[in-house]
């Protein structure tokens, strides 16, 4: 090839979407490591001794970008930056962008873990035990049954077997937030007097990542999602928000004023946001 060519080629590269050209880029090999693929992949690399093909767009901006999502390594570049100095600066990141690639691929894996098959059988953690699925017919009245020995404690669903996947979710999830709601109170009513506060009204939260709040009126609002957790974690985070009754920041007065009632609550915190566990709703 005419080394003019050459350098025109590698210079602009090829559009956004394009397939990358073939020169730029050797055929992988059977022995070739495990690597990460992009659902747009326009550009292949061995970066840190994987192969990783990402996603690669030109525009009108300064510098070159990299972000590592869901679907992996997505790269923007100008649009006059010659591929040479991309893939440059792919390689000074490259241990940075396969450890976050790597680290995603888990994350994605423990979701799918998490997710639950709602159906006769499905299994689900509920203040620290197991709590498994069972379809006791259109008749009967949802109820927790007692526990056998090691085995997981049955709930009693008043659906048929016949029952589809959403009727059983939203069953499940009725009985947990009727749950919550009660042991929120009881929990309330537990810590409000020993922090010598009142709250005034509860809430049943659905956030995602919060798992609670509280207004200078006495307002509470908890996740109904707490229930999946030991009830150690939940009183800490019953705790916490009552504890904003009387110190309305995470001042060390606050957490002071936490400490007072649980005196654990720094374990139990890191434990709350460490757990893996948590079914995915």
Not at 42 to 50: A, I, K, N, W
Not at 93 to 115: F, G, N, P, S, Y
Request: charged share 20%.
């Amino acid at each position: 090839m005419h080394p003019l060519l050459r350098y025109t080629l590698d210079l602009f590269g090829p559009p956004a979407g394009a397939p990358a050209i073939a020169a730029a880029e050797p055929a992988p090999q059977a022995d070739d490591p495990p690597h990460f693929v992009h659902p747009q992949a326009s550009r292949t690399l061995q970066l840190d001794g994987v192969r990783v093909a990402f996603s690669l767009e030109r525009g009108k901006r300064r510098t070159i970008g990299m972000v590592v999502g869901p679907e992996g390594l997505s790269v923007r570049a100008p649009r006059w930056t010659p591929l040479r100095e991309i893939d440059a600066a792919l390689q000074e990141k490259a241990r940075w962008i396969v450890r976050k690639l790597q680290e995603t691929t888990e994350r994605r894996q423990q979701q799918l873990d998490r997710q639950i098959v709602w159906a006769e059988g499905a299994c689900f953690p509920y203040l620290g035990q197991t709590v498994c699925v069972h379809l006791a017919g259109k008749g009967g009245v949802t109820h927790l049954g007692e526990a056998q020995a090691s085995s997981p404690r049955p709930l009693h669903l008043a659906l048929p077997q016949t029952a589809t996947p959403v009727q059983i979710r939203a069953a499940v999830r009725a009985w947990l937030m009727q749950e919550a709601r009660a042991l929120f109170v009881q929990r309330l009513d537990h810590f409000a007097p020993l922090l010598q506060v009142r709250w005034t009204q509860l809430a049943l939260s659905n956030a995602a990542t919060r798992w609670g709040s509280a207004r200078s009126d006495g307002g509470i609002r908890l996740n109904w999602r707490l229930v999946h957790c030991e009830l150690a974690v939940l009183d800490y985070v019953v705790a916490h928000e009552l504890s904003h009754l009387r110190v309305m920041n995470h001042s060390p007065r606050f957490w002071d004023t936490v400490r007072s009632v649980v005196p654990d609550y720094a374990a139990l915190r890191a434990r709350l946001k460490d757990d893996q566990n948590l079914p995915r709703w």
